[in-house]
């Protein structure tokens, strides 16, 4: 069998601001939040009211339809607000942070030595189970299932997107370690996904898995387009995904019976200053980081995540859930342009031939959040094609899922994606639509509708 893909559909957007593999400081606050918005079709039920005293691994918030897959506090604290929306929504928790954290002990374990139902109870109270997804529909796993495999990805080639080499390092062992226990959730393969530039011996030689190395750009990493690749999703089978980020704490779950819930964050985008690696807990206020260390002539946007797929947050927001990324970039609302795109366009990037933009093979480019165009009926074009490498129409399952055709989605292939997978054809889009919103709001409507 083939153990290595070349992925030419795609494409790599040369936006400035990579971070260079510098580890330059902590980042922490006195104020974490989670946000319930992060876990697609998640019915929250709240297990702690304000003035509670919690440590990190005391859960915050279950799911209604699954009371086992709860949802944990990153720090030890006192619950300080419980912010609800419309009809009682709920929108985040707030944990004040204590100066040093404090650990609820779930016994250090060996996955080796325990069965599947020993890893999935350790994991499931340990509050890591939220970080295994599932296909189809791109939600939290539910743990009564049994996944046909299990694929995790060690790469991102996502704009600006982390080395997964630089923040892997430090932690081989605890990476092996959550490796041996997804190991144990499956009858199946644990697949794992490697770039051809990915050099980390521990992510190279990992044991107990499968390896596919996959060259080409973007979406060369996401999850769903390896799936594709190595072993599609078919109607009436189930596969979980879990990011090689992730499995870390796995590993430390088993290692030192807790997880410690912090990530090694890459700082990206042309209006950030001193880019490079920040150790960030989730849910941290981003407040410290940019302060002082963005461009202040501008009206920026902030991103937790990538340019393609992540969450606008305010300057004072919080890194989300799933984010290893904070990225900076002009809002561009301040930005006025005679005759616009009619100009010759030496420094615009166009992924068509509209600019000049093919003549400058390495230039960076400086990005904006401006939609640059107004909104128009789909157009059949075969540009989402161009840009789109999994063996799928994607404009017609657009369409299909704009009318909530179930028949012509599941013949599309709807079960192996995710809104992520279309974050390009959106990219390119001549008709600016909203199509990771759509692929989302199907996903979540076909679940409803078949489970």
């Known amino acids: 069998m083939q153990k290595s893909f070349k992925i030419k559909k795609g494409l790599n957007i040369p936006i400035e601001g990579e971070a260079p593999e510098n580890f330059i400081g902590n980042i922490t606050t006195d104020v974490i939040k989670i946000y319930p918005e992060d876990f697609p079709g998640l019915i929250p039920k709240v297990d702690v009211k304000i003035g509670d005293i919690v440590k990190a691994g005391t859960p915050l918030m279950h799911d209604k339809n699954n009371t086992d897959i709860v949802f944990v506090s990153p720090v030890s604290g006192e619950v300080t607000s419980i912010t609800r929306g419309e009809k009682r929504k709920l929108l985040d928790i707030t944990v004040k942070a204590d100066p040093v954290t404090e650990y609820v002990d779930f016994d250090k374990k060996n996955p080796s030595s325990l069965s599947t139902d020993e890893v999935k109870e350790s994991l499931l109270k340990g509050g890591l189970w939220p970080f295994i997804k599932q296909r189809p529909y791109d939600v939290i796993a539910n743990p009564l299932s049994e996944p046909r495999d299990i694929f995790v990805t060690a790469f991102s080639t996502a704009p600006l997107a982390p080395s997964y080499d630089f923040i892997l390092d430090k932690h081989t062992d605890d990476f092996q370690t959550g490796l041996d226990a997804l190991t144990k959730l499956t009858q199946g393969k644990v697949y794992l996904g490697i770039s051809n530039k990915t050099k980390l011996s521990a992510i190279r030689n990992a044991q107990n898995v499968e390896i596919y190395e996959f060259d080409g750009p973007h979406p060369a990493g996401n999850t769903g387009v390896q799936i594709n690749k190595i072993k599609p999703v078919n109607k009436g089978e189930c596969v979980w995904t879990v990011d090689a980020r992730d499995v870390i704490y796995f590993g430390q779950l088993f290692n030192n019976g807790h997880a410690d ?15 490079g690696y920040y150790s960030i807990v989730i849910g941290t206020s981003i407040k410290e980081l940019v302060n002082s260390n963005t461009t202040k002539e501008k009206h920026l946007r902030f991103i937790s995540g990538n340019v393609l797929s992540g969450t606008k947050i305010d300057a004072d927001g919080h890194l989300r859930f799933y984010d290893s990324h904070i990225t900076v970039i002009p809002e561009g609302d301040d930005t006025y342009e005679m005759l616009g795109w009619a ?102 409507k076909l679940k409803k509708e078949m489970e």
């Open 261 to 275: 819930f912090t990530r090694t964050v890459a700082y990206t985008g042309s209006e950030a200053v001193k880019k």
């Open 343 to 444: 100009t010759p366009g030496f420094n615009k990037y166009s992924a068509g031939c509209t600019f000049f933009t093919k003549l400058f093979r390495g230039k960076k480019f400086k990005f904006d959040a401006r939609l640059l165009g107004g909104r128009r009926a789909i157009i059949m074009s075969n540009e989402y094609d161009r840009v789109f490498p999994m063996d799928i129409m994607p404009e017609f399952l657009i369409k299909a899922a704009i009318s909530f055709n179930i028949d012509k989605m599941e013949q599309l292939g709807i079960y192996e994606v995710a809104p992520e997978d279309f974050a390009l054809c959106e990219f390119v889009d001549t008709s600016k639509l909203e199509i990771q919103k759509i692929i989302r709001d199907s996903l979540l």
